[in-house]
């Protein structure tokens, strides 16, 4: 699961075929606060073979975003699991409109 979207870093080389994978995800229930990690990637190819990703980020969620997301009554649900849920939070940020599921 990852997302794909193009993403030109700091170098200013765009990768249109970028892969965005969800690496880590920290949940504070007691403070309602989500911390996801995300590696982007040249592409899934890099991504599969092992390369370096092109850029590294964060991003926390918490207030509606989180009780909406995260929050235990909402995991608890059938098919709900963070990893999902932080793709489906990933895809209401304006940086990922557009993006594509692969």
């Known amino acids: ?8 870093p700091g170098t200013k080389i ?6 965005h994978r969800v690496t880590g995800i920290r ?3 007691e403070n309602s606060l ?3 990690d ?4 040249h592409d ?3 991504r599969t073979s092992n390369g370096d990703p092109i850029a590294q980020v964060g991003y926390t969620f918490q207030g509606p975003n ?9 995991l608890q649900e059938a098919e709900k699991s963070p990893i ?4 489906l939070m990933l895809k209401r940020l304006p940086e990922y409109d557009g993006c594509v599921d692969v």
């Open 66 to 74: 989180f009780r909406n997301f995260f929050a235990n009554n909402v």
């Open 27 to 29: 949940i504070w229930a």
């Open 34 to 36: 989500c911390d996801v």
């Open 38 to 41: 995300v590696k982007i990637f």
């Open 14 to 19: 765009t990768s249109p075929e970028a892969y």
């Open 84 to 87: 999902r849920q932080a793709y």
């Open 1 to 8: 699961m990852a997302l794909q979207k193009s993403y030109t």
């Open 44 to 46: 899934k190819n890099t």
